[in-house]
């Protein structure tokens, strides 16, 4: 099972590793992670995606809950949330692959945001499945480098909030 | 002032009255200041020894003890301890000295980078940074250690912070964290719940831990169970809760307890555990445990809860204010008849132990030294042989029951029984431990001599690391290895070079004469007992 951790924590020196060292510790899954400032200062917004079992999923939230730097924890699935990732590649290319590189970029929304003669870099923002989808069909081609930020997630908006 | 006198007056402001520990460079400025106040500083013979003092001390004081080292090896020493703490949930602070603020991070002379070592095994930790925060984090500290689930708070505190001015020390009336509000009371509905469980129930139990103690909830969890003829069975740690001689008391559970108060357990069809964690030791197959029974697990902690075994009705709450809670209602329901039949199981199915009559019998002396000891008195027990003929035997009464049940830390006894006897002066304190782990610890005969501690030192001597032996022989057929002590010291000459009084139980027919004159002595003792090496606890 999947599931998508948004956990308020103090924004201090140490609380990541904090964080992160439970993850080890309890030899719990971390398949993504990213943190960033909220629009209070003084409170930083860790968004952690896990794979396990039911009971291990519980035990994150309770264990992450447990932390004295932890805020608030809140829980949901990837369909009850608005969920984005971004990615960067970089493709070395040759001249007759340029084509069916853009349709691919064109077919996904993905931008070029750099190249030269024998090189791109594309660019996505968007869900993980999309993520994972442009993946997938730029894979036969000779990917150099690709560096992507993990899962970011909010809650979807409800009525009376 | 300076940082180093806050901390001092902040100690002082939350009645402390001894500081455990070990100096180093990087901690004088705080032993300096602490020399100028009424607190005791107790100079122990290795930090490890000074952080179950102060464990020790906080068990029986119920107050969390307090240990001061320095920075590097001074604070790595001490890991062990605060590991012991954690596991056993007991409140302890544990202030480490460091590099200069500038330095940390440059690999400098005795420069450890503590706080991230402990971060797995601390209820929480503090790298001070400015001395103005001292008094804040000092009494959060103390607040975070002696609430909720309670445990070690870490607080580094570089040289640099211990000089630089810090202002006035202003007393601090309450903490302020956002993120750390234990609950305390037990939710209405879950409350209950287990009233009408228990209205219903046919063989009911109810199977005390630490968490009992640490809450200070034995007379309302005894009012209880004494209410409904409740049968209750006790973990290791939750030995002390009840008198061991109390009609609805039959015994400690899990793999060293009882095999009759295991069976208890097993027949139950409502177990309630309170302040328990459903651990290994505790319970066999813990997943299992709610197949044919239904589990009320009762903790402050709420991580611990459906984290072995998954409970059919949650509390999350402070037992003491749960007990009170449950107290308030009036059932109609009484399980003498079931109690009956566990107390026919205890009397008949008692385990005979095999007496040996080779050297002493640990599983008598054991039983007739507790019967003779004070209502009140202090027993720890270290970790071993010795510590399961302690569980099995110590006929609890009202006095208190230490030992490392988590983490099973050797040498933990003497050092605990020291900070214990300050805790606690006057009142007779029993330490048993075996040969391996007393050699661990032979320096802190110095301290508890020096401070003319009331410990009576029992010294199971069988020559060899019995508890590993035991193993050995069941799991290896019989391929000991690495368990022989040999060369073992003379213990009349180590208790002479201490001046402390000694003594040798060599035999069964000893034992009466023998505990008549342990405990008629006032002060230290240290008391040799043969053991046969092949006297196993399992049978």
Partial sequence: ?161 | MNGAELIVKALEAENTEYVFGYPGVSICPFFDSLSRSKIKGILMRNEQNAGHAANGYARVSGKPGVVAVSSGPGATNLITAIATAFADSIPIICITGQVPCEQIGSDMFQEADIIGACESFVKYSYSVRAAKDIPRIMKEAFYIASTGRKGPVLIDMPIDIQNAFGGDFTKIDKVMLRTYKPTVKGHAVQIKKVLKVLSEAKRPILCVGGGVISSGAQNEVTAFAEKYNLPVVSTMMGIGVMPSEHPLYIGMVGNNGKKYANRAMNESDVLIMVGARVADRAVSQPDLITKDKILVHIDVDPAEIGKNAGPSIPIVGDAKAIFEELNRAELSCDFKEWLDRLVYYSKTRDEKTESTAKYVDPNAFIKELSLALDEDAVYVADVGQNQIYSCGNYVVKSGHFLTSGGMGTMGYSLPAAIGASLAAPGRQIICTVGDGAIQMVLGELSVASLLNCNIKIIIMDNRCLGMIREYQHTHYENRYNMVDLMNLPDYSLIAKAYGIPFMRISANNEITESVKKILSRKGMLIAQTDIDADAFTAN
Avoid at chain 1, 77 to 95: D, F, G, W
Wanted: glycine residues 4%.
């Fill in chain 1, 1 to 161: 099972m999947k599931r998508i951790y948004s956990v308020w924590v103090e924004n201090r020196s140490g609380v990541l590793s904090k964080v992160a060292g439970l993850f080890s510790r309890r030899s719990y899954n971390i398949d993504s992670l990213t943190v960033g400032e909220t629009q209070d200062k003084t409170v930083s917004n860790m968004t952690i995606v896990s794979t396990g079992t039911k009971h291990t999923l519980e035990q994150i939230e309770k264990q992450l809950n447990k932390k004295l730097d932890v805020i608030k924890v809140r829980t949901f699935s990837e369909e009850n949330a608005i969920c984005r990732e971004v990615i960067l590649l970089k493709i070395k290319y040759a001249s007759q692959e340029r084509r069916e590189l853009m349709e691919i970029c064109e077919f996904l929304k993905a931008d070029i945001v750099d190249a030269t003669a024998t090189h791109m870099i594309i660019t996505l923002c968007d869900t993980p499945d999309r993520i994972e989808k442009l993946l997938s069909m730029l894979r036969k081609f000779n990917i150099a480098e690709i560096s992507r930020t993990g899962t970011l997630a909010m809650p979807k908006c409800s009525e009376g909030e």
